[in-house]
T-cell receptor, first 113, second 116 residues
């Protein structure tokens, strides 16, 4: 049981380049999330998807787009990377009922130079 | 909007000691959940313990327990008999009871070091 799988684990981009972070979960969860982690700021929600076919903005959505490709996969796209997007990105998923535990991927360390 | 505050950026204790990590939150909601997550150097986020706001009894999981003070909006984590493997970042998190997606709001984190 793989849980939540993110790719890649590390990435270096030049300013202005684009890339897509991939996330897949095998737990049949309805809800999926993208967070970014910055020193001294904890994890902040970028976008989320409550179910297949729906996406919503979180706290810090500017500069990002997402796609809920199917129930398993939720991708995060940076169209034109900026140094301010240097961060560690986490994908997570959970069921949409009650206080179910959120399961996290191992994170992607992204550096924009 | 909800906010979560962890006022201790770093803490350090000796192995086998007891340590308490502080967390306060701000919300106008009555139904919610609180969590402590551990992030070791591997970066993996691991759920340590959770508390339902409507339950007055404090949650416990082996060496980990919480002191939940709803009126004071405080949710501290106590680690007893600390071990070297407890060295990690610890995040307090809030989740509003909502239909649909259960979004987490995290505190800034506390870096805990257990010294031999």
């Amino acid at each position: 049981n793989a849980g939540v799988t993110q790719t890649p684990k590390f990435q270096v981009l030049k300013t202005g380049q684009s890339m897509t972070l991939q996330c897949a979960q095998d737990m049949n969860h309805n809800s999926m999330y993208w967070y970014r982690q910055d020193p001294g700021m904890g994890l902040r929600l970028i976008y989320y998807s409550a179910s297949e076919g729906t996406t919503d903005k979180g706290e810090v959505p500017n500069g990002y787009n997402v796609s809920r490709l199917n129930k398993r996969e939720f991708s995060l796209r940076l169209e034109s990377a900026a140094p301010s997007q240097t961060s560690v990105y986490f994908c997570a998923s959970n069921r949409d009922r009650g206080w179910d535990e959120a399961f996290f991927g191992q994170g992607t360390r992204l550096t924009v130079v | 909007a909800q906010t979560v505050t962890q006022s201790q950026p770093e803490m350090s204790v000796q192995e086998a000691e007891t340590v308490t990590l502080s967390c306060t939150y701000d919300t106008s909601e009555n139904n919610y959940y609180l969590f402590w997550y551990k992030q070791p150097p591997s970066r993996q986020m691991i759920l340590v313990i959770r508390q339902e706001a409507y339950k007055q009894q404090n949650a416990t999981e082996n060496r980990f327990s919480v002191n939940f003070q709803k009126a004071a909006k405080s949710f501290s984590l106590k680690i007893s008999d600390s071990q070297l493997g407890d060295t990690a970042m610890y995040f307090c998190a809030f989740m509003k009871h909502d239909p649909g997606a259960q979004k987490l709001v995290f505190g800034q984190g506390t870096r805990l070091t257990i010294n031999p």
